[in-house]
């Protein structure tokens, strides 16, 4: 074994998918014992890679070595028999099982073809000491909190005897004791000689953490920094490749009158704690929190999808909370949903059909389709949105991310909306469309729209917001606009800090 | 595009047509064509109101046993319990349609699987028709000759000596057209089409998906209704503990074969129809041939198979021709 090669080395990776190129030539270099943060925007292709490395996509084109050998990696199996394992932003554990059993799954110590359920515990209990997790092995995970859920999956990639630890937006969903927990996981692994690749958009944690920082963008190499290069300007300097005040829309100020206004509002998934916040016309108000707070239920509420349980919501004025998307829909309220590909369009339906489904109802006489109405708007919609499609029959699965997404907001633009709602708008889109939905949502704003967006990249939520919102288990934990305004005070509040300045009340 | 989807069934069919003809100098006969077409629009019926749950991407397994309690109920209501005629229809209709709107409310609102609501159905509804006539035979005996005309029925063409229409390709022809442009012209019909192919997307757009789901499964129950009630005017009698068993799957297989996928979504009546003819014809060539009357199932099953086989490897041929022009597309400046 040659000791000076590198652990793992990724040569020219290419990986395509249907309408988008994911990986357009991606290469890394990891060492033994090191830490390497990989990050880059939503979309930039770090999942892409890291299910490449991990042989759960493998990659089209491009080169794998392992300890300086060529290595095939067209599976997990062949991963993890090579000592690579990932684990995943959603973890993968049967909760109905326990926590051993968990472990070796697929695996399993057998006496006599039945499972020898004491080996298995006498084993596991080293794999949890040395990942911190003070549990009993014969714990049903589902009894556990995330965290623990996540130092079960690292024990796991622990018994494989993996030396390459992929870890996936760790944290997204972990509060900050259990992160700093990890990270203390995450250091003795790193001292035991194991490499991480440690994907996150926390850049505060990545400065905290990395030895080095390759950085993403487009699917491509954007750069690379060493220890003493990292700091928050330069990662973002290479993440977005231009200088970030350019890149997000100049705001233009004027506010109208009230149009969304809730007060002591109530979600069915945190019915014990009510909301209250106000949207004017012509605002772009963003939602922050972390994964789990409530965001998302939140906005489903808004849009009927889960009705409140309790509390009052005026829109224009009018008193209406409404029960099912059809009552939002009809004063003035539009969702983009977060799941674009199950919620936003239907992806085996046509352009022109995705884009008039909401608002066949209100431009069809009677109960018959205007075919000519329908491509009208079609055309209307892909000309002034520029969505990218060889026509209108084209069905939705074939195009990019960030052309479905256009497609969405083109739904909701046909029934021009007061309220817009939008739930990540951006995830997984490449840059450029990124780009022109964020001028849009400018655009509309000046219009008179309120626009309310949930974000979990913090340069959107700096960049787009006038104010911005932040959850935390349910509540509203605080408010931020204008001086106050920081990744760090929304951090702060996000995780669960209380604001001194904030307005809601934090107990 | 409409043509294209049914174009490979089509020409299955006309295989199996040309086959049948040469196995047997019968075939062509007039009276085989009259029967067959008759058979057909039976089975054409009762597919196309399974299409209309299938679209959804739903299913429904009681079919087979809704003709059986509306095949059995009218000839009951009528002779054994003397009831008059339009109420007799009346209350055949009603139950048919109630029969779909308590499938679907168990399914939208309660979210129980289609396949175990409308199973517990298939096994009730025969149940109650052997309950109510005592597992006797029943049927309309010498009477009701006009009413039974609807289904034995034949329309002299003009031109042409010895063949007529029989009375029930009318109906087909209706309920075709007319589902037909359900599906592709109302807006109902695209609502149909959405939710099959993604509930959430459609609900996110302000689609009362549950709705739509329940009037898909009324439709499918009414022409099961009416179906039931054709196939015992044409045949007479109705025994049952036998009448319209195995139809789900006839219904279902032609549904299939004419391009629904069963994970919702995609439709073409006239495929259906044609699955149907496909499915009638297979039996008919069995029956002629008659050497292997018992593995009629069997090389129903085969055909049915090789059919989604084909179609399956055809979509994906499609699909990934459209990827690779997309992303050629997309890689061009537009």
């Given at each position: 074994m040659d000791i000076s090669a590198p652990l793992l080395e990724a040569r020219n990776l290419v990986k395509t998918f249907p309408g988008v190129r994911a990986l357009k030539g991606v290469s890394l270099t990891l060492h033994r014992g090191e830490v390497l943060a990989v990050i880059g925007e939503n979309g930039g292709g770090k999942s892409t890679l890291m299910k490449s490395l991990a042989g759960v996509q493998p990659a089209d084109s491009g080169e794998i070595l392992i300890d300086g050998r060529p290595a095939e990696v067209a599976s997990v199996p062949d991963a993890l028999a090579r000592g690579i394992a990932l684990i995943h932003q959603e973890l993968n554990l049967a909760d109905n099982l326990d926590i051993a059993a968990n472990l070796f799954l697929g695996r399993e110590k057998s006496r006599f073809g039945t499972i020898d359920k004491p080996a298995q515990y006498r084993a596991a209990r080293p794999l949890l000491e040395a990942v911190g997790l003070d549990a009993d092995p014969a714990a049903l995970v589902s009894t556990l909190c995330i965290g623990q859920q996540q130092q079960v999956e690292i024990a796991k990639a622990l018994s494989l005897n993996a030396r390459i630890i992929i870890m996936d937006e760790p944290t997204s969903s972990l509060t900050t004791r259990e992160s700093e927990k990890l990270f203390k996981v995450i250091r003795d692994l790193r001292s035991k000689g194991v490499g991480i690749v440690y994907i996150s958009h926390r850049l505060v944690e990545v400065m905290d953490l990395a030895d080095r920082v390759t950085v993403l963008r487009d699917g491509a190499n954007a750069g690379n920094l060493e220890k003493s290069e990292i700091s928050h300007e330069a990662m973002v300097r290479f993440m977005v490749g231009r200088d970030v005040s350019r890149f997000y829309p100049q705001k233009s100020g004027k506010l109208g009158d009230p149009v969304l206004e809730a007060d002591d509002l109530r979600s069915p998934a945190h019915p014990q704690h009510g909301l209250n916040f106000t949207i004017r016309a012509g605002e772009i108000v963003g939602l922050s929190g972390l994964v789990g707070s409530g965001r998302t239920e939140m906005m489903q509420t808004l849009f009927g999808i889960t009705p409140a349980t309790g509390g009052r919501l005026r829109i224009s004025g009018n008193s209406l909370v409404p029960q099912t998307p059809m009552e939002a829909i009809n004063v003035g309220i539009a969702l983009v949903p977060e799941d674009r590909k199950k919620q936003g369009v239907v992806l085996e339906m046509a352009v022109s059909e995705n884009l008039s489904l909401a608002s066949l109802r209100r431009d069809q006489n009677a109960a018959l389709i205007n075919r000519r109405a329908e491509n009208d708007l079609c055309s209307e919609m892909i000309g002034k949105l520029r969505i990218k499609t060889p026509g209108g029959k084209q069905p939705a699965q074939f195009l990019s991310g960030g052309n479905q997404q256009k497609v969405v907001l083109g739904k909701w633009l046909a029934m021009r909306p007061r309220v817009l709602l939008l739930d990540e708008p951006t995830r997984g889109i490449d840059i450029g469309a990124k780009q022109e939905i964020y001028q849009l949502m400018e655009q509309l704003a000046a219009d008179g729209v309120a626009i309310l967006f949930v974000s979990s990249e913090m340069e959107e939520l700096l960049g787009m917001a006038d104010r911005v919102l932040v959850m935390h288990e349910g509540r509203m934990a605080g408010e931020l606009a204008g001086i106050g305004l920081s990744e760090e005070s929304v951090m702060h509040l996000a995780t669960g800090g209380c604001h001194s300045t904030s307005k809601s009340t934090c107990n | 595009m409409q043509l294209k989807k049914t174009l490979g069934i089509t020409l299955l069919f006309f295989a199996v047509c040309i086959l049948t003809t040469s196995l047997s100098e019968n075939f062509l006969s007039s009276y085989n064509l009259e029967n067959l077409l008759r058979r057909t629009a039976l089975f054409g019926i009762i597919s196309i109101g399974v299409a209309f749950v299938i679209v959804t991407g739903g299913i429904d397994l009681s079919v087979g046993s809704v003709v059986c309690l509306s095949g059995c109920g009218l000839p009951w209501l009528l002779t054994t319990q003397g009831w008059s005629l339009p109420s007799a229809l009346m209350a055949v209709a009603l139950v048919s349609a109630g029969i779909g709107l308590l499938h679907g409310l168990l399914i939208t609102r309660l979210g129980i699987q289609p396949f175990v609501v409308t199973l517990c159905g298939l096994m009730m509804y025969r149940g109650i028709a052997r309950g109510f006539t005592g597992d006797q035979t029943v049927g309309f005996g010498d009477g009701f000759?006009?009413?039974?005309?609807?289904?034995?029925?034949?329309?002299?063409?003009?031109?042409?000596?010895?063949?007529?229409?029989?009375?029930?390709?009318?109906?087909?022809?209706?309920?075709?057209?007319?589902?037909?442009f359900f599906l592709n012209r109302t807006i109902y019909g695209r609502y149909l089409l959405a939710l099959g192919r993604s509930e959430e997307a459609a609900r996110y757009s302000g689609i009362n998906t549950g709705c739509m789901t329940v009037l898909a499964y009324i439709i499918c129950?009414?022409?099961?209704?009416?179906?039931?009630?054709?196939?015992?005017?044409?045949?007479?009698?109705?025994?049952?503990?036998?009448?319209?068993?195995?139809?789900?799957?006839?219904?279902?297989?032609?549904?299939?074969?004419?391009?629904?996928?069963?994970?919702?979504?995609?439709?073409?009546?006239?495929?259906?129809?044609?699955?149907?003819?496909?499915?009638?014809?297979?039996?008919?060539?069995?029956?002629l041939t008659s050497r292997h009357q018992h593995m009629e199932f069997a090389i129903i099953g085969a055909v049915l198979l090789a059919g989604v086989v084909a179609d399956e490897l055809m979509k994906r041929r499609n699909i990934r021709r459209r990827a690779v022009r997309a992303l050629r597309e997309e890689s061009t400046p537009a």
């Open positions: - | 000759k006009g009413l039974r005309s609807l289904a034995t029925g034949r329309i002299e063409l003009p031109f042409i000596d010895d063949f007529a229409l029989p009375a029930p390709c009318v109906f087909l022809l209706v309920i075709a057209l007319l589902a037909a129950s009414c022409l099961a209704g009416l179906g039931g009630v054709l196939f015992v005017l044409d045949v007479n009698i109705a025994q049952p503990s036998d009448c319209g068993n195995f139809y789900e799957l006839y219904a279902i297989a032609a549904a299939v074969l004419g391009g629904c996928s069963l994970r919702g979504g995609v439709s073409t009546i006239f495929g259906v129809i044609i699955g149907a003819a496909l499915m009638q014809t297979l039996r008919n060539m069995i029956t």
